[in-house]
């Protein structure tokens, strides 16, 4: 019985250096299959001019949020240069969630739109995902559907899917400590979720300030589209101004 018991304690042995030597490999243990963030905000970019769709009725499209200046987001002020790995830009909002309490509430915000790009640096592994929505409220309720629920015991009702979940470092978002942020646009949500690489414990608390605002720079075709949309509503009051 002895040499069978030493066999199997040397397979076990052999099997679990197999695993720890994979996850080292591949940058730490991957992701549950339902992934949400340590830390969640919310915030509101209190763009009025976007407040609805009606208003900024032209839809989203790839060359505004995947043109050259997306492919490469170098923030100098953060020190945190971020390459797009994957983009996307669906009608079907439902398939780039998981959640029924998610994809309730963006069917009841009327999402038409959701554009979702995975993004990494050096350090840190990242998903964004715009959606288009109804209007300013939608937003905000759409927001607070995806937060996560505080009690350990409580099950969250749904967040943003990783993107190519089967590849590194994407199958390690949410293994490790990861926060995101949700920002309220208009009739526009963008949720920003960041982790660092080699990060493996949910409970290992780090700052993700820096690369959370770097990749905030995804929204700045919403810039683009307030100050058209300012200078439209200027010449038409020029129009309709009185001739003097």
Same mark, same amino acid.
């Given at each position: 019985?002895l040499?069978?018991?030493?066999g199997?304690?040397?397979?076990?042995?052999?099997?679990?250096v197999?695993?720890?030597?994979?996850?080292?490999?591949?940058?730490?243990?991957?992701?549950?299959?339902?992934p949400?963030?340590?830390?969640?905000?919310?915030?509101?970019?209190?763009?009025?001019?976007?407040?609805?769709?009606?208003?900024?009725?032209?839809p989203?499209n790839?060359?505004?949020?995947?043109?050259?200046?997306?492919?490469?987001i170098?923030?100098?002020?953060?020190?945190?240069?971020?390459?797009?790995?994957?983009?996307?830009?669906?009608?079907?909002?439902?398939?780039?969630?998981? @959640?029924?309490? *998610?994809? +309730? %509430? $963006?069917?009841?915000?009327?999402?038409? !739109? =959701?554009?979702?790009? /995975?993004?990494?640096s050096?350090?840190?592994?990242?998903?964004?995902?715009?959606?288009?929505?109804?209007?300013?409220?939608? @937003?905000?309720? *759409?927001? +607070? %559907? $995806?937060?996560?629920?505080?009690?350990? !015991? =409580?099950?969250?009702? /749904?967040?943003?899917?990783?993107?190519?979940?089967?590849?590194?470092?994407?199958?390690?978002?949410?293994?490790?400590?990861?926060?995101?942020?949700?920002?309220?646009?208009?009739?526009?949500?963008?949720?920003?979720?960041?982790?660092?690489?080699?990060?493996?414990?949910?409970s290992?608390?780090?700052?993700?300030?820096s690369?959370?605002?770097?990749?905030?720079?995804?929204?700045?075709?919403?810039?683009?589209?307030?100050?058209?949309?300012?200078?439209?509503?200027?010449?038409q009051?020029?129009?309709?101004?009185?001739?003097?």
């Open positions: 019985m040499p069978v018991l030493l199997a304690l040397g397979v076990a042995v052999v099997a679990l197999v695993v720890l030597v994979l996850q080292f490999a591949t940058g730490g243990a991957d992701a549950p299959e339902n949400v963030p340590a830390a969640f905000e919310i915030h509101d970019s209190g763009t009025e001019i976007l407040a609805t769709r009606e208003a900024d009725s032209r989203l790839k060359s505004e949020l995947f043109g050259e200046d997306a492919k490469q170098d923030s100098e002020s953060q020190g945190i240069t971020f390459e797009l790995q994957s983009s996307s830009l669906s009608e079907d909002c439902a398939s780039v969630v998981w @959640g029924d309490d *998610v994809r +309730t %509430a $963006l069917s009841e915000a009327d999402c038409t !739109q =959701a554009a979702r790009a /995975g993004y990494t050096d350090k840190y592994v990242g998903a964004v995902v715009m959606f288009n929505l109804r209007d300013q409220e939608a @937003g905000q309720a *759409v927001a +607070t %559907a $995806l937060q996560p629920p505080k009690g350990e !015991q =409580a099950q969250p009702g /749904g967040f943003i899917a990783v993107p190519t979940p089967e590849e590194d470092p994407f199958s390690s978002l949410g293994a490790g400590y990861s926060a995101a942020e949700a920002t309220v646009s208009g009739h526009y949500l963008t949720v920003t979720w960041v982790q660092s690489i080699d990060s493996d414990d949910p290992q608390r780090e700052s993700l300030v690369p959370i605002i770097a990749l905030n720079s995804f929204r700045d075709p919403l810039y683009n589209r307030v100050v058209q949309l300012e200078n439209l509503q200027e010449a009051q020029q129009n309709s101004a009185p001739a003097a």
